[in-house]
C-alpha cells in the first residue's frame, strides 16, 4: 500500500515537471530563428513598426585610393512577419543594368559580375546567425577610383520591393606634380622710339634710355621682351581637381597675385581611372619688375581636390627671376646686354641720370 502510493506521487510530479520542461523549451524555441527555410523570420529582421523595406544604406562617402584594405556596404532591411520571404537582394553601381551583387537567401546563391570579378569578397557574411540577412552587405576589396559611383541597393519578394541609393567617391591625391618654367626672348623694333621734330613741344623733356640709344644716326633701336611660361604637370589625380597658379604675395602666403591660365591640357588615364592635368601661365618680366622689383618672385601652383566634408591641397613652388630688357643699336656702337644690371634710374630736372654696373 506504502509502496503504491510512492509510486503515484513520483509519477505524478515527473509528469508536472516534464510538462513544466516541455513549455520552457517551447518558449525557448521559439525566442530563435528557424533555419530550416527562408521563409522563416528571425527578430533582427522583423519590422516592429509594420514598414517592409529598406531602413538605411550604409556606403563609405569617401575612401582614398590604395589606402584600405577592403570596405563594407551594408544595406539594412526589415521584413513582415507572416508575409513570404522569398527575398533578392541586389547591389547596382551606377546605370549599369546588371547588379554588380546578387544574393537569393531561397537557393544560397551568391553572385558577383564579371565587372567585379575577384573584387567582392563571396565569403563575407555581415549576420552569420540570420539566414535573410547574413549576405545582405558587399565586401570590396582595395577599393580604387573607378569604383567611384552611385551604389543602389534593392530588395524585393514576391509581395513588396524597395531601394536607396548613396554615393561613394574613391579619391586619389597628385602621384606627381612637376611645376617649371621656360623662359622666352623675342627681338623686335622698339616701340618707344619716334621720329622728333623741331619744335620744343614734339621733343620729350625726359626722354627715355631707349630714345637715347637710338639717338645716333644711321642706327636702329631694339628691343628684347622677356617673358617666362609656368607650366604645372599634375599627374594620376581623381577626381578633376582646381588648379591656380599664383606669385606668393609675402612671407604667411597672404595677398596673391593670380597669373593668368592661357593653357589648359587634360588627359584621361583610362587604365588608372584618373586625370593627367597641364596648366600653362604666361608671365611678363616688364610688368614683374614694374610691380614687385627685381627681386626674384616665389610662384606656386596649387592643386585641390574639393570634396563633400574635404578638401585635399597639394602644392609646389619654384623660384622665377626676371630678366631686365636688353636695348641695342645695331652696328655694335652702342650695346647694353642682359647681363648688365640697371641699379638705379633718376630722372630729375629734366636730365637722366643712369648707374651701372659692369658697362663695357
Request: glycine share 6%; net charge positive.
Amino acid at each position: 500500500m506504502i509502496l503504491s502510493s510512492w509510486l503515484s506521487l513520483l509519477f505524478t510530479l515527473s509528469s508536472l515537471t516534464m510538462a513544466t520542461a516541455s513549455k520552457l523549451f517551447q518558449g525557448y524555441k521559439k525566442s530563435l530563428p528557424t533555419y530550416s527555410s527562408p521563409s522563416s523570420t528571425s527578430s533582427s529582421s522583423v519590422c516592429n513598426d509594420g514598414e517592409w523595406g529598406i531602413r538605411s544604406l550604409i556606403v563609405p562617402e569617401l575612401v582614398e585610393n590604395g589606402t584600405t584594405e577592403s570596405i563594407v556596404l551594408d544595406c539594412i532591411y526589415c521584413l513582415n512577419e507572416g508575409e513570404d520571404h522569398r527575398i533578392v537582394v541586389k547591389w547596382f553601381l551606377n546605370d549599369d543594368p546588371q547588379p554588380i551583387y546578387q544574393w537569393i537567401p531561397e537557393r544560397h546563391s551568391r553572385h558577383a559580375s564579371k565587372r567585379l570579378s575577384g573584387r567582392i569578397n563571396l565569403n563575407y557574411s555581415i549576420d552569420s546567425a540570420n539566414p535573410l540577412t547574413q549576405y545582405r552587405a558587399i565586401n570590396i576589396i582595395k577599393p580604387t577610383t573607378d569604383l567611384s559611383g552611385d551604389y543602389s541597393c534593392v530588395v524585393m519578394s514576391p509581395d513588396n520591393g524597395d531601394s536607396k541609393k548613396a554615393k561613394m567617391i574613391v579619391y586619389a591625391p597628385p602621384t606627381k606634380i612637376e611645376f617649371n618654367y621656360t623662359r622666352e626672348v623675342k627681338e623686335m623694333p622698339s616701340a618707344l622710339r619716334k621720329t622728333r621734330g623741331d619744335s620744343k613741344e614734339d621733343s620729350p623733356l625726359n626722354p627715355s634710355f631707349e630714345e637715347l640709344l637710338s639717338s645716333s644716326p644711321s642706327h636702329s633701336s631694339y628691343t628684347q621682351s622677356s617673358t617666362g611660361l609656368l607650366r604645372c604637370d599634375i599627374k594620376g589625380v581623381y577626381p578633376m581637381p582646381e588648379v591656380s597658379i599664383y606669385r606668393i604675395g609675402d612671407e604667411n602666403g597672404t595677398n596673391p597675385w593670380p597669373v593668368t591660365v592661357v593653357d589648359t591640357r587634360i588627359e584621361e588615364d583610362k587604365h588608372r581611372h584618373a586625370y593627367n592635368v597641364r596648366k600653362v601661365s604666361l608671365i611678363n618680366d616688364a610688368t614683374l619688375i614694374k610691380k614687385f622689383g627685381l627681386q626674384p618672385s616665389i610662384f606656386e601652383c596649387l592643386v585641390t581636390l574639393q570634396l563633400p566634408n574635404k578638401k585635399v591641397v597639394k602644392r609646389q613652388k619654384i623660384m622665377y627671376t626676371p630678366v631686365v630688357n636688353t636695348f641695342q643699336a645695331k652696328g655694335g656702337q652702342h650695346r647694353l646686354g642682359t647681363t648688365f644690371l640697371i641699379t638705379l634710374l633718376t630722372v630729375f630736372s629734366g636730365k637722366l641720370v643712369l648707374t651701372l654696373l659692369g658697362w663695357q
